[in-house]
T-cell receptor
Framework: GENVEQHPSTLSVQEGDSAVIKCTYS??????FPWYKQELGKGPQLIIDIRSNVGEKKDQRIAVTLNKTAKHFSLHITETQPEDSAVYFCAAGRTGGGNKLTFGTGTQLKVEL | KAGVTQTPRYLIKTRGQQVTLSCSPI?????VSWYQQTPGQGLQFLFE???????NKGNFPGRFSGRQFSNSRSEMNVSTLELGDSALYLC??????????????FGPGTRLTVL
C-alpha cells in the first residue's frame, strides 16, 4: 500500500521567515496531494492541494510543488505569522478510486515572535 | 453552509463495551470517510462510504464497522473496546466528483477514551 513520509517532525521559524515541509510517497499511482492544517482541538483543515498534472500551485502565502519523478512534494509558507503555528499534514490519494487518503506523520510548526 | 458535524464530541467507555459515533456531512456531500488519529500511529484511514455502500476499507480489525444512511449521514461502531482504541475519530465528507481524489472536509472529531 501507499506510504507517505514527512519531514521535519518539528519546525521552528521566526515570524516573517519562510517554512518548508517535505513529503515523499511510494505509490506511483497516487495523483492527488492535499495539505492539511490542524489546530489544537480541531479537525484537519484543507489549506491547499495539487494534482499530478501540475508541478506547482500557489495561494497567497502558501505554495505546493510536486516532483512526480522523485515522488516528492513540498509545502512552502512565506512571510510566516504566529497564526500559522499548528500541525501540518501532507497526504496522498488516487482519483477514481474513492477518497482514501494516506497521511504523513505531521509537522509541528511554531512561528516565534 | 454548515460544516461536518460529529457527535458526541467526547466519550468515555470501558474495555469490552461497544460504541457508536455519528457524522453528518456537509449538505450535498455523498462521500463520508472515517479516520483514526492517535499520537503513535497518526491519521489512519478506517473506511469510506458513498451512496450507502462501503467503497474503501483500511487495515482495521472487524470490530470496526460503519454504515451510511440514505441522507448521507454515517455512523461507525466499535465493538469489544480495547485500551488501544482510545483515539480521536475523525469524519470527512466530500462532494463527489469524477470518482474520487476530491477535497475532503473534516469534522472536529470524537475523542474516545477507553478505560
Amino acid at each position: 500500500g501507499e506510504n507517505v513520509e514527512q519531514h521535519p517532525s518539528t519546525l521552528s521559524v521566526q515570524e516573517g521567515d519562510s517554512a518548508v515541509i517535505k513529503c515523499t510517497y511510494s505509490d506511483s499511482a497516487s495523483n492527488y496531494f492535499p495539505w492539511y492544517k490542524q489546530e489544537l482541538g480541531k479537525g484537519p483543515q484543507l489549506i491547499i492541494d495539487i494534482r499530478s498534472n501540475v508541478g506547482e500551485k500557489k495561494d497567497q502565502r502558501i505554495a505546493v510543488t510536486l516532483n512526480k519523478t522523485a515522488k516528492h512534494f513540498s509545502l512552502h509558507i512565506t512571510e510566516t505569522q504566529p497564526e500559522d503555528s499548528a500541525v501540518y499534514f501532507c497526504a496522498a490519494g488516487r482519483t477514481g478510486g474513492g477518497n482514501k487518503l494516506t497521511f504523513g506523520t505531521g509537522t509541528q510548526l511554531k512561528v516565534e515572535l | 453552509k454548515a460544516g461536518v458535524t460529529q457527535t458526541p464530541r467526547y466519550l468515555i467507555k470501558t474495555r469490552g463495551q461497544q460504541v457508536t459515533l455519528s457524522c453528518s456531512p456537509i449538505s450535498g456531500h455523498r462521500s463520508v470517510s472515517w479516520y483514526q488519529q492517535t499520537p503513535g500511529q497518526g491519521l489512519q484511514f478506517l473506511f469510506e462510504y458513498f451512496s450507502e455502500t462501503q467503497r474503501n476499507k483500511g487495515n482495521f480489525p472487524g470490530r470496526f464497522s460503519g454504515r451510511q444512511f440514505s441522507n448521507s449521514r454515517s455512523e461507525m461502531n466499535v465493538s469489544t473496546l480495547e485500551l488501544g482504541d482510545s483515539a480521536l475519530y475523525l469524519c470527512a465528507s466530500s462532494l463527489e466528483l469524477a470518482g474520487g481524489g476530491n477535497e475532503q472536509f473534516f469534522g472536529p472529531g470524537t475523542r474516545l477514551t477507553v478505560l
